[in-house]
């Protein structure tokens, strides 16, 4: 099968898809009416507990038609907040909101993470059900989540031992630092937030955001096990812009529900532009998946850079997932010190990815998002589809592996087409299971060839 004309064209040439100037939020609150959460009675001392007095502001922000809410110079400890429709929440460079550390602090609600329905805390800064937000400024959202990850290496140890690797994630409940839920026209810029608990940044369920030129640093004490940057999760006509990424999982990650429970959702990530971003450490600029249930599609990332990076580009699930995995490009990347410039894999962390019950837990009273995990997915629903991907004007220096594209015979990966690549590498890695898979103009210096 001949790659599309249309998509052929347009690697080539490096213009962008008609979509593009559709995607982000299309209008902003103003800022006129402001609101100080000092004069509701937030002390920004590292020691009061900000919460009840932060959510006062937003209440009477929204209820007088919106504005912006801000803060005198200071450190807010703070529990989860949320923003409503037409408010602003600033934070000036002299600004910290930083989590307190106690989950209660933290409402449980319904929500998704990684991939499932379920219960789980409140992030931070919540927005839930809402339209036309923004969480702008030159401050910090601090999640100070070391006794979260110190949490979680502890159960994972126990969960090891006893053959409980895949529910572990789920059962130790951490803290997201922004949610953004069933909501559009939302704007988050210029913010720098530390030590998210859990995943840093998640869009779920919305559509029309923007993310610009934020900083994320979770790795500053110690690493953060699954401290997702931004995680696009089944959202639509999202941008991503002009953010620098330290992490300790994946970067920017595409993402659309998981296995039965995904399926059961059924809603696609899509449409999705990314530039002149950059990934330092982390597991991929890029990610797809592992949650690829619900479809993945109309990804575009340009000018953008992996430097220490595990991957530029990743592409990862599981034969219980299913979904397709489709028109992925991306154009005008630099690679330094990467382990794989593009890393495919549908078997991914079989540990992680499948449930089994072990013997001494059947026939017992399980949690709900146990049983959940644990529904069966038929075979052929559950065989995920990668196809047309696009990946050109590649430079790669100090790559260990060059490639790994590896598809199942049952599932062939299809239309795969790299051109204009400069690559250094110290293996050429392996292309398994593909069909029409093409490298035009590549350059490629391999030193264990």
Same mark, same amino acid.
């Given at each position: 099968?001949?790659?599309?004309?249309?998509?052929?064209? =347009?690697?080539?040439?490096? /213009?962008?898809?008609?979509?593009?100037?559709?995607?982000?939020?299309?209008?902003?609150?103003?800022?006129?009416?402001?609101?100080?959460?000092?004069?509701?009675?937030?002390?920004?001392?590292?020691?009061?507990?900000?919460?009840?007095?932060?959510?006062?502001?937003?209440?009477?922000?929204?209820?007088?038609?919106?504005?912006?809410?801000?803060?005198?110079?200071?450190?807010?400890?703070?529990? *989860?907040?949320?923003?409503?429709?037409?408010?602003?929440?600033?934070?000036?460079?002299?600004?910290?909101? %930083?989590?307190?550390?106690?989950?209660?602090?933290?409402?449980?609600?319904?929500?998704?993470?990684?991939?499932?329905?379920?219960?789980?805390?409140?992030?931070?800064?919540?927005?839930?059900?809402?339209?036309?937000?923004?969480?702008?400024?030159?401050?910090?959202?601090?999640?100070?989540?070391?006794?979260?990850?110190?949490?979680?290496?502890? =159960?994972?140890?126990?969960?090891?031992?006893?053959?409980?690797?895949?529910?572990?994630?789920?059962?130790?409940?951490?803290?997201?630092?922004?949610?953004?839920?069933? /909501?559009?026209?939302?704007?988050?810029?210029?913010?720098?937030?530390?030590?998210?608990?859990?995943?840093?940044?998640?869009?779920?369920? /919305?559509?029309?955001?923007?993310?610009?030129?934020?900083?994320?640093?979770?790795?500053?004490?110690?690493?953060?096990?699954?401290?997702?940057?931004?995680?696009?999760?089944?959202?639509?006509?999202?941008?991503?812009?002009?953010?620098?990424?330290?992490?300790?999982?994946?970067?920017?990650?595409? %993402?659309?529900?998981?296995?039965?429970?995904?399926?059961?959702?059924?809603?696609?990530?899509?449409?999705?532009?990314?530039?002149?971003?950059?990934?330092?450490?982390?597991?991929?600029?890029?990610?797809?998946?592992?949650?690829?249930?619900?479809? +993945?599609?109309? +990804?575009?990332?340009?000018?953008?850079?992996?430097?220490?990076?595990?991957? *530029?580009?990743?592409?990862?699930?599981?034969? #219980?997932?299913?979904?397709?995995?489709?028109?992925?490009?991306?154009?005008?990347?630099?690679?330094?010190?990467?382990?794989?410039?593009?890393?495919?894999? =549908?078997?991914?962390?079989? /540990?992680?990815?499948?449930? #089994?019950?072990?013997?001494?837990?059947?026939?017992?009273?399980?949690?709900?998002?146990?049983? !959940?995990?644990?529904?069966?997915?038929?075979?052929?629903?559950?065989?995920?589809?990668?196809?047309? !991907?696009?990946?050109?004007?590649?430079? *790669?220096?100090?790559?260990?592996?060059?490639?790994?594209?590896?598809?199942?015979?049952?599932?062939?990966?299809?239309?795969?087409? =790299?051109?204009?690549?400069?690559?250094?590498?110290?293996?050429?890695?392996?292309?398994?299971?593909?069909?029409?898979?093409?490298?035009?103009?590549?350059?490629?210096?391999?030193?264990?060839?």
């Amino acid at each position: 099968m001949a790659l599309p004309e249309k998509a052929e064209k =347009m690697v080539r040439k490096n /213009s962008f898809p008609d979509w593009v100037p559709t995607v982000g939020a299309q209008t902003k609150p103003g800022n006129k009416t402001r609101y100080k959460a000092n004069d509701y009675g937030a002390s920004g001392d590292g020691i009061t507990l900000n919460t009840a007095f932060i959510q006062a502001a937003i209440d009477d922000c929204a209820s007088q038609g919106g504005g912006q809410v801000g803060f005198a110079p200071g450190v807010y400890l703070t529990g *989860a907040i949320y923003l409503k429709s037409n408010v602003k929440l600033y934070l000036a460079k002299d600004v910290t909101l %930083k989590a307190v550390n106690r989950l209660e602090e933290f409402p449980e609600l319904p929500t998704r993470v990684a991939g499932i329905e379920m219960i789980w805390p409140s992030a931070i800064i919540n927005v839930l059900n809402q339209k036309n937000v923004a969480i702008t400024g030159e401050g910090v959202v601090d999640g100070d989540g070391k006794y979260l990850w110190d949490k979680y290496w502890e =159960m994972r140890k126990s969960y090891e031992k006893q053959g409980l690797r895949w529910i572990v994630d789920y059962d130790c409940k951490r803290v997201r630092s922004l949610l953004v839920s069933e /909501s559009s026209d939302v704007t988050v810029s210029g913010l720098t937030f530390l030590r998210a608990g859990f995943w840093t940044i998640q869009l779920l369920y /919305s559509s029309h955001c923007s993310v610009s030129g934020v900083t994320i640093r979770n790795n500053t004490e110690e690493r953060g096990p699954s401290t997702d940057g931004i995680d696009v999760d089944s959202s639509h006509h999202i941008l991503i812009e002009n953010c620098d990424i330290d992490c300790n999982d994946d970067n920017i990650c595409l %993402k659309a529900g998981r296995d039965a429970d995904g399926l059961r959702v059924k809603r696609p990530t899509e449409y999705v532009f990314i530039r002149n971003c950059t990934a330092r450490q982390g597991a991929g600029l890029i990610t797809c998946g592992s949650e690829t249930s619900g479809d +993945i599609r109309y +990804i575009y990332c340009t000018e953008s850079k992996a430097l220490g990076t595990s991957a *530029a580009l990743r592409i990862k699930s599981a034969i #219980t997932r299913g979904g397709m995995v489709e028109f992925v490009y991306m154009n005008n990347i630099q690679a330094d010190g990467v382990k794989y410039v593009f890393n495919c894999d =549908m078997n991914w962390n079989p /540990s992680y990815s499948y449930s #089994t019950l072990p013997e001494g837990y059947k026939n017992k009273p399980s949690p709900p998002h146990w049983k !959940i995990l644990l529904q069966q997915v038929d075979k052929t629903q559950g065989l995920p589809r990668f196809k047309n !991907i696009y990946l050109s004007d590649i430079r *790669a220096e100090n790559a260990e592996t060059f490639i790994n594209c590896v598809g199942m015979e049952q599932s062939v990966i299809r239309n795969v087409e =790299m051109t204009d690549l400069d690559i250094q590498a110290k293996k050429i890695g392996t292309i398994r299971y593909t069909e029409n898979f093409q490298i035009i103009n590549g350059n490629l210096n391999i030193a264990d060839e």
